[in-house]
C-alpha cells in the first residue's frame, strides 16, 4: 500500500508560483511511479504531469506544457509538482498519485493510489 498527503497548495495570484509537495509512505518509494493530476469544479479530472521511479521519464500534460515541471525527491520520499505562470484556470484540486507497476501514465485508471487533494486557487 501506498499513502499519500499533499501539501503547498493555497491562493496565488495570476503569474505566480506554487510548489506542489506530496510525501508517500508504506511501499518502498523508488519502486513506483508518481503522477499529479487535477480536478476543477464541474470538470472531469485532468492529468498534468508523471514521473517514472528512476526520474528517468517524465511527462507532462498539454495544460502543464511550458508551465509545469516534476521532480521527486527518493530520500525525502517527496515528489514535486512546481507550477510557473500560473491563470486563473488553473484553479482547481490537485492530486498526486501512485502507479506500482511504474507505469509513466496520462490516465488516472493506471493510477493504484491517490492523495486527498489539496486546493489551488489563482486569482487574476
Known amino acids: 500500500q501506498v499513502q499519500l498527503v499533499e501539501s503547498g497548495g493555497g491562493s496565488v495570484q495570476a503569474g505566480g508560483s506554487l510548489r506542489l509537495s506530496c510525501a508517500a509512505s508504506g511501499r518502498t518509494f523508488s519502486t513506483y511511479a508518481l503522477g499529479w493530476f487535477r480536478q476543477a469544479p464541474g470538470k472531469e479530472r485532468e492529468f498534468l504531469a508523471a514521473i517514472s521511479a528512476s526520474s528517468g521519464i517524465t511527462y507532462i500534460g498539454g495544460s502543464g506544457r511550458g508551465r509545469f515541471s516534476i521532480s521527486k525527491d527518493d530520500a525525502k520520499s517527496t515528489v514535486y509538482l512546481q507550477m510557473d505562470q500560473l491563470r486563473p484556470e488553473d484553479t482547481a484540486v490537485y492530486y498526486c498519485?501512485?502507479?506500482?507497476?511504474?507505469?509513466?501514465?496520462?490516465?488516472?485508471?493506471?493510477?493504484?493510489?491517490w492523495g486527498q487533494g489539496i486546493q489551488v486557487t489563482v486569482s487574476s
Open positions: 498519485a501512485a502507479n506500482v507497476r511504474n507505469v509513466v501514465a496520462g490516465y488516472e485508471d493506471h493510477y493504484d493510489y
